[in-house]
C-alpha cells in the first residue's frame, strides 16, 4: 500500500511539475501563425496520458485553419481588388458628375441671361434696369406732362384775356370809329353852317 501511496504522489508531483512548466497562453506572445502553433502543441495538457486531440487531429485542424486563413486572405485580396476598381470608377464617375455640374452651371447660367449688345446680362439685372428705365420714362412723362398742364392753363388763361381784350378793343374801335363819325358829320355840320354864313 505504501508503494502505490508513493507511486501516487510521485505521479501527481510529477504531473504537476509537468503542468506547472507548461504555460498554456505562451503562443499568445508569438508572431507568426505557424510559431504560435507549435508553442500550443507544445503546451497542451494531458488527460489520461493523452493529449485532448491526437497529433494528426491537431495537425489537420491546423491545415484546416491555415486554409481557412488562406481563402479569407484570397477573399480579402479579391474584395481589396474590386474596391480598388470601385474606386477607380467611382473617381470616373465623379469626374462626369463634376463635367455635367459644370455644363448645367453654365447652361443655367445661359438661361438666366439675355444677350444685349453682345453682352451677356442676367435676366434679373436686366429686368432690375428695365424696370428702372420705364420708371424714369414714366417720372419724365410725369413732370413734362405737370409742364404741359401749366402751360395749357397758363395758354388757356392767355387765350381767354387775349378774347376779352380782343372784345373789348372791337367794342372800343366800334365807339372809336362811331366817335370819329360823329365827330366828322359834326365838322361836317359845322363847315356847312359856317358856309353858310
Known amino acids: 500500500m505504501k508503494k502505490i501511496l508513493t507511486l501516487i504522489v ?3 508531483s510529477f504531473s504537476l511539475v509537468l503542468y506547472a512548466k507548461k504555460d498554456i497562453n505562451a503562443w499568445k506572445s508569438e508572431q ?8 500550443f502543441k507544445e503546451n497542451l495538457n494531458f488527460w489520461s496520458g493523452n493529449y485532448f486531440l491526437s497529433g494528426n487531429q491537431l495537425d489537420a485542424f491546423f491545415g484546416a485553419m491555415t486554409d481557412t486563413i488562406s481563402g479569407l486572405e484570397k ?15 467611382l473617381t470616373g464617375k465623379q469626374q462626369l458628375i463634376d463635367e455635367t455640374q459644370r455644363k448645367l452651371d ?19 439685372v436686366y429686368s432690375t434696369v428695365m424696370y428702372l428705365l420705364i420708371l424714369g420714362v414714366l417720372v419724365v412723362a410725369g413732370f413734362v406732362y405737370l409742364l404741359f398742364k401749366k402751360s395749357h392753363k397758363v395758354t388757356q388763361q ?6 376779352e381784350l380782343k ?9 372809336a370809329l362811331d366817335r370819329y363819325t360823329k365827330i366828322n358829320m359834326e365838322l361836317h355840320k359845322t363847315r356847312l353852317e359856317l358856309q353858310k354864313k
Open 158 to 163: 392767355t387765350r381767354k384775356e387775349y378774347e
Open 10 to 12: 510521485v505521479l501527481t
Open 75 to 89: 477573399q480579402l485580396a479579391q474584395s481589396e481588388n474590386k474596391i480598388n476598381q470601385q474606386k477607380q470608377e
Open 32 to 39: 507568426k501563425l505557424e510559431t504560435q502553433y507549435e508553442v
Open 106 to 124: 453654365e447652361s443655367i447660367k445661359l438661361q438666366n441671361s439675355i444677350t444685349v449688345l453682345g453682352m451677356n446680362i442676367n435676366k434679373s
Open 167 to 175: 372784345t373789348e378793343y372791337e367794342e372800343h374801335k366800334k365807339t
